[in-house]
């Protein structure tokens, strides 16, 4: 197991690169600017600031550290950050949430529920650049198998993904004044404290089950 790890590890750093992913999720893409930006997943100058000590935060990325679970210190300038926007996108798309206080209202939160669907949006088509390429690598070997079924649960993560980007896109791309920020519920908890931990993260829930009476 020790030398797949190593090996993995080689391979994964040299596909991190190539299978990065650098485009604009924003539906309309005539108005992008030319140049993509690394953008916070969260915030740097209201959260990251925050909770940072000297600068620094801990994070911990699982596609980096899936095997060794370990945390590292990295800046707050690259802590959280994802290429999913082009510069005018990001800055025009977010400003509500970017440039104003947090006042928890239906917009605010919308762009919340969207960025945090983007980041997955962008590290799912990843994942599946990823999987497929050491799949290649892997043909014929007993790790064969298990980088088809990962590579088959990203796809069907993909396709998730890909619905419900679509609710957010639907919205967006119309004029502002026509935006119907109420396509998405909105669930706040409210801790008694203040959290040092920031978060940003999406999931889809695969089954729901219905209470029959
Ligand atoms: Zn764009």
Redesign the pocket.
Known sequence: MKEFQIEFNKLFSGLYRRCRFKG?I?PD?S???SKKIKAHSIQKSKILSHIADRGMVISGDIQKTIFTREFEQIGIRTASTFFG??N??DTVIFSEIENKDYIANQEQNFLYAYRACALEYGKKKEACCFYKASLNKFKNTPNELFFKSMLNGAILGLGDLSEAIDLFSNELIRPKSNRNFNTVNIKIYKLSYESLIAVNAFFIFHMIFKKIN
């Open positions: 604009c924003f893409k108005t992008c600017s926007f082009c005018h996108h």
